[in-house]
């Protein structure tokens, strides 16, 4: 069973699904079993919105709790809670093994935390998100 750390260590769940390993790109928080960063789920539904969830699910075979599950890791910033070793590729929040930000990078596609708080806005109600990660450990664990 793992606990989760820094204010979360009374949830406890069966299985993350969200793993940082410094060996698998490069510890960036990525859906567990796949090799699909956070930020790749946060881009899609920003560039496909509602469409997008239906179509992520089937074209990369995850299930809707992956999906949830990254929204609300990326809105509630959980990687700077858990520590992470790199922060998403597209993302502006640095960590230890983070590398100048990429200059390629557009403004648009970068602080995939933001985009995650307005994807939240736009999907709570369509696909049931709880208020905060935390909540969804909860209800994750209950099953």
Same mark, same amino acid.
């Given at each position: ?47 496909? !919105?509602? *469409? ?5 699910? /089937? &074209? +990369?075979?995850?299930?809707? =709790? ?45 602080? !995939?935390? *933001? ?5 939240? /806005? &736009? +999907?709570?109600?369509?696909? =049931? ?15």
């Amino acid at each position: 069973m793992n606990l989760i750390r820094s204010g979360f260590e009374d949830l406890r769940m069966n299985k993350e699904l969200i793993v940082s390993t410094e060996n698998t790109l490069g510890g960036s928080p990525r859906l567990d079993g796949h090799l699909l960063a956070v930020w790749h789920v946060m881009w899609w539904l920003t560039m496909f !919105g509602e *469409k997008g969830l239906q179509s992520y699910e /089937k &074209t +990369f075979n995850v299930n809707p =709790n992956q999906i949830r599950h990254a929204i609300l890791h990326c809105k509630d910033e959980i990687c700077k809670v858990n520590k992470v070793a790199k922060a998403c590729l597209k993302c502006s929040k640095k960590f230890k093994n983070d590398s100048i930000k990429e200059p390629w990078v557009s403004a648009i596609d970068k602080d !995939g935390w *933001k985009n995650a708080n307005a994807l939240y /806005k &736009t +999907f709570k109600n369509k696909i =049931n998100l709880p208020d905060s990660y935390a909540e969804n450990l909860k209800e994750l664990d209950k099953t």
